[in-house]
């Protein structure tokens, strides 16, 4: 029945999966895996993992066609790596190797490493995994331990299995008992976590249907944020479109969209769900452009009011505020500069009496900083604006739609209309 159960599946992939070139890739994948790389680098595999009996080396079972040790209670004490092969043998060809924990010693690991077992008859395999576990110093005598960070490698060659790579682990529990501690609990969570983490697992859980769905470990945190992430990204890609007209409904609804939540932004009108903003969030400034730029804008009037004047003329009873001397001139010495300025500026007024021009003069010496302070701002502002207008994009469209359309130059066509209606 499972034999069954796998070749159909296999015959249904084929021509998807099956081709050679993604048999050579895999291949390469579980030699990387083999060497060691997995340490550095996170490889692509389907992961199985849930409560304690909940039926996990079961589906394994089913998918994969090996007939996995299964009990009532405590059964899975390692991961187990099966890597499913279609390869044109006479007979099914399986190889099985340990590879050690990090934690093992030098000693352990030689002797870990040298276990090795081939066959091409499926019921050896039982008798394979005990000297496995055997090998793991998990033979159930008194003082032996319970779970084990080792890994069983199983290569299972075929000319009908489906080329991919499955991974059984132990179940999750919470309570300890007679037959497992507190700390096997740590162990396993630890183990199953360290695999779901991994950025390419997929996560296959397995879930009793006598136990509410929400209740189960392993539907929590990780996997109902996974969830929840398909979700917002199927919402994302919108509906299907195959016609023209189809397509081009779908642009006109990004299209209005974008304009009515850029729009949004830039009065500073913060309703719609894209702008909602809790304590503790750190980007609500990347969305909400309008409080963005009052903000920019508050830190530029300070910068003005320090730096805008090219000194800082000082009272003679006073202590200057700038600290470079460079910075700031007294108040006499400054009237001598302006007496000076006076006699350069001398136009055909009759004596006693000033050019006005020397305001003039005065002035466009003391806002020379103006230019990269301002030059500044309009730098921090189309930022705000492109980071405001990326995230809206983010949010209205999926990835390949984004990409294609910012390839177009929308990103700074808009940009530059964001900025220009922000300042007007
Ligand atoms: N009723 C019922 N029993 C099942 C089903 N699948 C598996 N079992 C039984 O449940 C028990 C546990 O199954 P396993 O596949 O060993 O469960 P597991 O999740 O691998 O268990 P651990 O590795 O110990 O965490 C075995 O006795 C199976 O025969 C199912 O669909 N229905
Ligand atoms: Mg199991």
């Known amino acids: 029945m499972a034999m069954d159960l ?92 340990i590879q050690p924990a990090a934690g093992r010693t030098g000693e352990e690991r030689i002797r870990l490493a040298a276990f090795s077992a081939e066959t091409s008859d499926q019921n050896d395999f039982a008798k394979i995994i005990e000297s496995a576990k055997e090998a793991m110093s998990l033979s159930g005598r008194e003082g032996s331990k319970i779970f084990s960070t080792d890994v069983l490698r199983i290569e299972s060659t075929s000319p009908t299995a489906p080329n991919i790579t499955l991974v059984d682990l132990p179940g999750l529990f919470g309570a300890s008992d007679k037959n497992q501690s507190d700390d096997d609990a740590t162990l396993v969570q630890e183990l199953v976590v360290g695999y779901m983490r991994q950025r390419r697992s997929i996560i296959l859980a397995v879930v009793t249907a006598d136990n509410p769905f929400a209740n189960q470990p392993v539907t929590k945190s990780d996997v109902q944020s996974g969830i929840k992430d398909c979700r917002r990204k199927l919402t994302r890609l919108g509906r299907a479109r195959s016609t023209k007209r189809e397509k081009h409904t779908y642009l006109q609804r990004i299209s209005s969209q974008l304009s009515k939540l850029i729009r949004a932004g830039i009065d500073g009108v913060y309703a719609d769900k894209f702008y909602e903003s809790y304590p503790g969030q750190a980007d609500a400034f990347d969305r909400r452009l309008r409080a963005h730029v009052q903000w920019i804008l508050s830190e530029y009037a300070d910068k003005m009011r320090e730096d805008g004047h090219s000194l800082e003329i000082v009272e003679e009873d006073e202590d200057p505020v700038r600290e470079i001397s460079s910075k700031y001139i007294m108040r006499v010495d400054y009237l001598e500069i302006v007496s000076d300025l006076m006699v350069e500026c001398r136009g055909r007024e009759l004596p006693g009496t000033f050019n006005p021009m020397v305001v003039g003069d005065m002035f466009s010496r003391q806002c020379k900083p103006w230019e990269p302070i301002t030059q500044n701002l309009v730098e921090r502002i189309h930022d705000a604006a492109t980071t405001t207008f990326n995230k809206v994009v983010s949010e209205i469209c999926d990835q390949n739609t984004r990409s294609r359309l910012m390839r177009l130059h929308m990103e700074w066509k808009s940009c530059e209309a964001v900025v220009y209606v922000v300042a007007q």
């Open 6 to 97: 796998a070749e159909n599946i296999s015959h249904k992939t084929s021509g998807l999966i099956q081709s050679s070139n993604h048999r050579d890739l895999l291949d390469i994948v579980d030699t990387l895996r083999n060497s060691g790389v997995s340490h550095y680098v996170d490889l692509p595999q389907i992961i199985v993992c849930g409560s304690q009996s909940s039926g996990k080396s079961s589906t394994l079972e089913s998918l994969s066609g090996i007939a996995f040790p299964t009990a009532e209670g405590l059964c899975t004490r390692f991961a187990t790596e099966l890597i499913l092969r279609r390869g044109e043998t006479d007979k099914p060809e399986i190889k099985v190797q």
